[in-house]
């Protein structure tokens, strides 16, 4: 076989020289007629199996349309003139989806909406924030509010809140906390109204100091004690943290005030009784005193020294064998009023250590000099005492006016409950023995016992039992007074 000029293979350069043979049906071959000569099939046949190789090996080509047969082409011109209309339909829906959507995001997403500020419509784009329409007009020119120190200072003329705004009109209208501006959505046909900012103040580190409790001193009785225990309060106390400035801000807790209750001893029922009390003992006076009141069946209190008792422990004692109470006149007879708070603990303390010492009991009551017991002395040791006890009647037996005169003062100013006032040291108390006889004779006939004064606040009733038994103790939760 031969090729073209194409490389393609000739259909012509598949015929051969050698005469197509005629092939007769043997059932319609005439009679007589001449076979085919012997071996003309086999190459016919090898003739047409090379032409079909030959076609087969050409490259497959598209005819066009044209020259396909009619009732074809008509068929394809059907197919694609039918798809037009779906294309228009298509088309048309995708129009009206896009014109959809962009409605859609604009009633949604774009549009804007009608909002009253300050009785002036706005428009603001639907979904807007109060802090979105205060930026986009302004904040409507309101002012900034200040900022001040702790101490009431401006700090910074524009250093407070933007603005202020409230959301709602009458009843309805309430204020809208700047923190929530970029979190609130306005809403159509809402009511805003904005005004200027409030003025605020600086940062500040807050704590709280305890605050002592004060002190409250009654007045007019001979017996002093404490009525109420004070208490500690707390007080704010704020630190600026841009000015420095430190302000007290008031009572977080108010402190419970120390009380110091006086009164006079009233014991009740229909006998009268009186308290004898002797100061400044013990001394070369003591133990006549004692014998006089063993004789008349008389009690007494002594105020004792503590320096005094240290140095005659023995009369201490006796004081107590004979069933009086014993009490302190301070250590060194100083005046409680005049020293410093170290040394008032100490002059009461060191007093109380002598006679607990020299008696084996440990008193709490005391007598201070010329009864001066302060506010001051009361706040700085009124958890060492139990009482500070003063007198109704003054003997004024310090002056030595005489036996006589000393009993006559005692006599004529007695009453029930009351306590008097005399010496067993400290000087000559000789005519104090003298008298003494004649005193507790006196008061005895007027139907007036004598007791010690734990026990005349006992027949009292009124006074608080710890010290009456002279067992005060301050409360762990209270507090002493600043005074």
């Given at each position: ?238 630190t600026g943290e841009q000015s420095?400035?430190?302000?007290d801000k008031g009572f977080i ?121 302060t506010a001051t002395e009361w ?105």
């Amino acid at each position: 076989m031969k090729t073209n000029n194409q490389g393609r293979y000739s259909a012509k350069a598949c015929r051969v020289s050698t005469p197509r043979a005629t092939v007769t049906p043997r059932s319609s071959a005439a009679p007589g007629a001449a076979a085919p000569r012997q071996g003309s099939a086999p190459r016919l046949a090898a003739t047409r199996s090379a032409c079909t190789r030959a076609e087969a090996a050409r490259p497959a080509t598209v005819q066009p349309a044209s020259s396909y047969p009619r009732h074809i082409r008509s068929t394809q011109t059907s197919a694609v003139a039918g798809s037009a209309p779906l294309k228009a339909v298509l088309a048309a829906f995708a129009g009206v989806a896009l014109l959809a959507g962009l409605a859609y995001g604009y009633f949604t997403f774009w549009r804007s909406v009608p909002v009253m500020v300050n009785g002036e419509e706005v428009r603001a784009r639907i979904h807007s924030s109060v802090e979105d329409v205060l930026k986009g007009n302004n904040y409507f020119d309101v002012k900034l509010g200040r900022l001040f120190s702790v101490g009431g200072n401006v700090l910074k003329e524009d250093g407070g809140e933007r603005c202020s705004v409230t959301l709602g009109e009458g009843e309805r209208a309430a204020p809208l906390e700047p923190s929530k501006f970029a979190e609130t959505e306005v809403a159509e046909g809402d009511v805003l109204a904005v005004s200027d900012g409030v003025d605020v103040t600086e940062p500040y580190v807050e704590a709280a100091e305890p605050i002592a409790p004060g002190l409250q001193m009654e007045a007019g009785g001979a017996i002093q004690y404490v009525k109420q225990w004070g208490r500690a309060g707390k007080q704010g106390v704020w630190t600026g943290e841009q000015s420095g400035e430190v302000v007290d801000k008031g009572f977080i807790e108010e402190p419970q005030d120390l009380i110091i209750g006086s009164k006079n001893a009233q014991p009740s029922g229909s006998k009268k009784y009186m308290a004898l009390t002797f100061d400044d003992g013990p001394s070369q006076y003591t133990q006549a005193i004692l014998d006089i009141l063993a004789q008349k069946g008389a009690k007494a209190t002594f105020f004792n020294l503590g320096t005094s008792a240290g140095g005659s422990p023995a009369l201490v004692k006796a004081v107590v064998d004979g069933g009086h109470e014993l009490a302190s006149h301070t250590n060194a007879h100083k005046n409680l009023s005049t020293v410093g708070a170290d040394e008032l603990r100490a002059e009461i303390s060191t007093a109380f250590d002598a006679l607990q010492n020299a008696s084996g009991v440990r008193p709490q009551m005391i007598r201070a000099l010329y009864g001066a017991f302060t506010a001051t002395e009361w706040a700085g040791s009124g958890d060492l005492v139990s009482c500070n006890v003063l007198w109704n009647i003054d003997a004024l037996d310090w002056k030595l006016p005489g036996p006589g005169v000393i009993t006559e003062t005692v006599l004529k100013k007695a009453f029930n409950g009351a306590i008097a006032l005399m010496h067993d040291g400290g000087g000559n108390r000789q005519q104090n023995i003298e008298a003494l006889p004649g005193i507790i004779d006196g008061l005895h006939d007027a139907g007036c016992g004598l007791v010690t004064v734990s026990e005349l606040m006992r027949l009292d009733g009124t006074f608080p039992e710890d010290v009456v038994k002279g067992t005060v103790k301050m409360p762990e939760d209270a507090a002493m007074s600043a005074v």
